[in-house]
């Protein structure tokens, strides 16, 4: 199955996406871990905001 979705997203004519990796300090422990998501290119921005 996940051949099938990579094959899509390579296609011509499909969206371009960026792998956006922020770090975020735990409120209880205060280590710092890493959220990775899967946005489209034009969403980089308010992906980084929130």
Do not use: D, H, R
């Not at 051949?3 to 300090?25: C, D, H, Q, R, Y």
């Not at 899967?38 to 905001?49: I, Y």
């Amino acid at each position: 199955m996940a051949k099938k979705v990579v094959a899509t997203l390579k296609k011509e004519g499909g969206k371009s996406f960026a792998k956006v990796i922020k770090a975020v300090k735990s409120p209880k422990t205060g280590a710092w871990t890493f959220k990775e998501e899967m946005v489209p290119v034009e969403g980089v921005q308010g992906a980084l905001k929130n």
